[in-house]
């Protein structure tokens, strides 16, 4: 595992982002009916066990698991596009890359109840970018936990998670909890070495 070590710029708990103006996409995505939603998650690419009962809309996703250097748009993304980049935009300011890429985009609503199970992002695409989180509507019961120990992420403030610990998510709360969650890394940044050691070893 250490010839496959996660980016050093990744945070290793959580890193707040500051505030976004969320309105206009928190609108929409309330908005949103339960038959749209139903139809997305049945067609979703990431369908991992822990997640549960959360439901998503994917707008933007990896071509493999194996690396987060080639990603692509996702049937939502068009309509959708508009409202979310300059969320994601805002969100990730303060990292300052000249080119940032976005390799994965989604919408996730947990419900009352809902629970993301322990666990660590296992898939090499998981271990570059940075995983960052955006509230769009939530309450006091979602508890979330990151980095060792447990948090509430407020509405409208973007955070940045460590993916790479063993982390979980509880909706004790009577309302959905609804994310914006996305992945973000510079590409401009050095690659890490065990890339062409995983490409030598496919060939």
Known sequence: ?????????KTMTVRKLGSVDIANLRAAVLAI??????????GKPNKFE???????????????????????DRAAWPQWRGLLEPVLEEAVRGYGYARGVFPRVMLARMPP??????????????KWPHKIHVPLSTNAGVVSFFGGSEHYFPPGEAV?????????????GGTDRVHLI?????????????????AGAAR
């Open 50 to 72: 822990v997640l549960d009962e959360t439901r998503h809309i994917v707008f933007r996703f990896v071509d493999s698991l194996r690396d987060w250097r080639g990603s692509h």
């Open 160 to 172: 940045e998670v460590n993916n790479m610990g063993p982390h979980w998510v509880r909706n004790g």
């Open 33 to 42: 009916p339960e038959e749209v939603w139903n139809v997305e998650n049945a």
């Open 1 to 9: 595992m250490s010839q496959r070590a996660a980016n050093p710029r």
């Open 182 to 198: 996305f992945e973000y890394y510079d590409a401009d940044q050095p690659e890490p070495g065990w890339l062409e050691l995983l």
């Open 113 to 126: 109840g809902g629970m993301i199970q322990p666990h660590i992002d296992a898939n090499l695409a998981a």
